[in-house]
């Protein structure tokens, strides 16, 4: 029986969402009988990370999305990638990379992994206004999070927008689905999805990769009252990071799923 696999990339929002996230996936149905292998999980994703380039958080450094081992890994990859979702956008935004560089980036991704499935999702970045977000929230969290960026909230709010403008144009072109996110989903935080929306935001965005009967009605763990723990075995480490300048390298997968699924992680 031919193996499966999903594809996710992203950053914070990944690695702080990953027990949601991997009890969204698990839930999937893709068969119409429920049956079939158990899913594996590639994933580009991580505190901070860059598409286009080496991102550091404290003393860690992360390579790129479009230069990590992800895309050898899917290359090898004898099964079948029924879906990728490509998420957490923005970073590249506050690192003050030009919006044209973040969509030639994101192009770069969706033209590789069009090579692998035909079921794209790429999240729309959330709203920035002067009108929703005030100038006091807008600086503490900015500098909270990346203290060197020097953009102004009229500034960012711009580029975001433009941001999202180049990905419906490249929706367009390139036929991946674009998935817009609520505003509910967010509280005082602007980038982060809150805990309680999760697992909301998860099944959207891979109905949308994977098509509406991707997901099994009641199968998160916010439904089914499940908890995601028990479904992962060992915790995914990066295939390649460097700590305290120190490079630190993973042979993948670097952990399971109870269902037994791998997950590789990069």
């Excluded at 029986?1 to 996710?8: D, K, Q």
């Excluded at 949601?20 to 901070?48: M, Q």
């Excluded at 929306?197 to 099994?216: N, P, V, Y």
Aim: net charge positive; hydrophobic share 40%; proline share 3%.
């Amino acid at each position: 029986m031919t193996s499966r696999a999903v594809v996710v990339l992203g950053a914070s929002n990944v690695a702080r969402g990953w027990p949601s996230l991997v009890d969204t996936i698990v839930g999937l149905n893709i068969s119409e009988k429920l049956a079939g292998p158990a899913t594996d999980i590639f994933a580009a994703a991580g505190h901070g990370r860059s598409y286009g380039a080496s991102s550091r958080v404290l003393a860690r450094v992360l390579p790129s999305i479009v230069d990590c081992g992800l895309w050898s890994a899917l290359q090898a990859y004898d099964g079948e990638v029924r879906g990728a979702l490509v998420t957490d956008i923005g970073n590249d935004l506050l690192y003050e990379y030009a919006v044209d560089d973040v969509l030639r980036w994101v192009a770069t991704c969706v033209e590789r992994l069009a090579s692998h499935t035909d079921r794209i999702a790429v999240t729309l970045l959330p709203n920035v206004s002067t009108e929703n977000i005030g100038r006091l929230r807008f600086l503490f969290f900015r500098t909270l999070f990346v203290p060197a960026c020097r953009l102004g909230r009229e500034e960012l709010a711009r580029r975001v927008a433009a941001l999202n403008d180049g990905l419906r144009r490249l929706a367009a072109t390139m036929q991946f689905e674009l998935v817009e996110q609520d505003s509910d989903w967010y509280g005082m935080d602007p980038i982060h999805v809150l805990s309680r929306s999760r697992h909301r935001a998860w099944e959207r965005m891979f109905s949308t990769a994977l098509g509406r009967s991707g997901l099994r009605n009641g199968a998160s763990g916010e439904a089914s009252g499940r908890q995601c723990p028990s479904r992962q075995r060992g915790r995914p480490r990066a295939a390649r990071r460097w700590m305290f300048g120190v490079e630190q390298c993973t042979v993948q997968p670097s952990a399971r799923l109870a269902s037994g699924g791998a997950i590789s992680w990069f």
